[in-house]
């Protein structure tokens, strides 16, 4: 998952612990590369987990990489909605482009008759 797409969900405790569990069958490093460290989870796989003592010690470190990854991944949302914000408000700071526009298409809607039918 990549924290630059902030309409993503949170990361699962659940599914990193079976990502982690992954390494006792030689998947090492899948939990980190789950939590988007990739450079860790790559030496991970090449380095059976860092002889298998990185590996353990993740199990007890696993829930505050979690958090940390969520931690970042909501500071992505809060400043892609502060970007939104921003965004709408510079439009709505000038509405007179937008009521001349309106008028305009009210005066033609105005203007036209009506369709006349014959029976």
């Known amino acids: 998952m990549n924290t630059n797409n902030p309409d993503q969900?949170?990361?699962?405790?659940n599914v990193a612990?079976?990502?982690w569990l992954l390494g006792f069958v030689g998947l090492f490093?899948?939990?980190r590369l789950y939590l988007n460290q990739i450079?860790?989870?790559t030496l991970y796989f090449c380095t059976f987990?860092?002889?298998?003592?990185?590996q353990v010690m993740d199990l007890f470190t696993l829930k505050?990489?979690?958090?940390?990854?969520?931690?970042?991944?909501?500071?992505?949302?809060?400043?892609?909605n502060k970007?939104?914000?921003e965004n709408t408000t510079k439009q709505i700071d000038n509405p007179q482009p937008i009521m001349e526009e309106l008028?305009?298409?009210?005066?033609?809607?105005n203007s036209e008759e009506p369709p006349s039918y014959q029976v």
């Open 9 to 13: 969900k949170l990361y699962n405790m």
């Open 17 to 19: 612990h079976i990502l």
């Open 29 to 31: 490093g899948l939990h």
């Open 39 to 41: 450079g860790s989870g």
């Open 49 to 54: 987990g860092l002889c298998f003592v990185g």
């Open 64 to 80: 505050f990489m979690v958090e940390e990854a969520n931690a970042k991944l909501n500071k992505a949302r809060e400043i892609n």
């Open 83 to 85: 970007q939104k914000a």
């Open 103 to 109: 008028e305009m298409k009210l005066q033609n809607h």
